[in-house]
C-alpha cells in the first residue's frame, strides 16, 4: 500500500528566499507524481505532473524532481513571494490504478 | 473551456438528513473521481467512475456512501443519514479518456456541514 508523507508540516520563509518542499513515498512502483497547491477554503491546482521515467520538471520559478529509487520528490520555488504562501500537495499514482495517493501536505507562509 | 464544476460549493445538512453532491467533469472527460478532505487531514481518495460504471470503490465507506456518474449528466455522490463526522470538504477530479494515467483536474470542492 503506497504511504506518502510530507514534512515538514509548516515552513515559513521571508520574501526572496527559496523553498524547497519534500514528499516521500514507499511504493518505488509509482507511475507519477504530481504537485499542488491548496489556498485556504480552495480547490487544488495541479503545479508539475513528473512521469516515472523523468528526474525532473520545470515551470517558471517551480522545479520539482523525482527519485525512485529512494522514494522521494522536491519541489523548488525559487524566489518565494508573498503570493506563494498556501499549502503545497504531492500526490502519487501506482502503475495499476488511477487514484492519486497525497501527502498530508506542506503549509507555506512567505513573510514580506 | 469550463473546469470541473461542482455544487453546491457549501451545504448544511442536520444529522439524519441525506447529502447529494454533484460533480459536472471537463467537457470531453469521461473519467471522474472523489475524494475527501477531513478538517486537519490530507486528502483521501473514495471512489473512482467512468460513465455508468465504478472502475475503483475501494476508499468508500461501505455504508451511507454511494456514487454514480449516468451516461447524462453529473456524478452525483450520496451521502445518506448523515453524522457530524461526515462534516468535510468533498473534491471532484477529471481526467480524459484517452491516457488513464493523465493529470486529474479538481473541482472547487463541496464544503458539507453537518450539524
Known amino acids: 500500500k503506497q504511504e506518502v508523507t510530507q514534512i515538514p508540516a509548516a515552513l515559513s520563509v521571508p520574501e526572496g528566499e527559496n523553498l524547497v518542499l519534500n514528499c516521500s513515498f514507499t511504493?518505488?512502483?509509482?507511475?507519477?507524481l504530481q504537485w499542488f497547491r491548496q489556498d485556504p477554503g480552495k480547490g487544488l491546482t495541479s503545479l508539475l505532473l513528473?512521469?516515472?521515467?523523468?528526474r525532473e520538471q520545470t515551470s517558471g520559478r517551480l522545479n520539482a524532481s523525482l527519485d525512485k529509487s529512494s522514494g522521494r520528490s522536491t519541489l523548488y520555488i525559487a524566489a518565494s513571494q508573498p503570493g506563494d504562501s498556501a499549502t503545497y500537495l504531492c500526490a502519487g499514482r501506482k502503475a495499476a490504478g488511477n487514484k492519486l495517493t497525497f501527502g498530508g501536505g506542506t503549509r507555506v507562509l512567505v513573510k514580506p | 473551456n469550463a473546469g470541473v464544476m461542482q455544487n453546491p460549493r457549501h451545504l448544511v445538512r442536520r444529522r439524519g438528513q441525506e447529502a447529494r453532491l454533484r460533480c459536472s467533469p471537463m467537457?470531453?472527460?469521461?473519467?471522474v473521481y472523489w475524494y475527501r478532505q477531513l478538517p486537519e487531514e490530507g486528502l483521501k481518495f473514495m471512489v473512482y467512475l467512468q460513465k455508468e460504471n465504478i472502475i475503483d470503490e475501494s476508499g468508500m465507506p461501505k455504508e451511507r456512501f454511494s456514487a454514480e456518474f449516468p451516461k447524462e449528466g453529473p456524478s452525483i455522490l450520496r451521502i445518506q443519514q448523515v453524522v457530524r463526522g461526515d462534516s468535510a470538504a468533498y473534491f471532484c477530479?477529471?481526467?480524459?479518456?484517452?491516457?488513464?494515467?493523465?493529470?486529474?483536474?479538481f473541482g472547487p470542492g463541496t464544503r458539507l456541514l453537518v450539524l
Open positions: 477530479a477529471s481526467s480524459p479518456p484517452t491516457a488513464i494515467q493523465e493529470t486529474q483536474y
Open positions: 511504493d518505488s512502483a509509482i507511475y507519477n
Open positions: 513528473i512521469q516515472s521515467s523523468q
Open positions: 467537457k470531453g472527460h469521461s473519467h
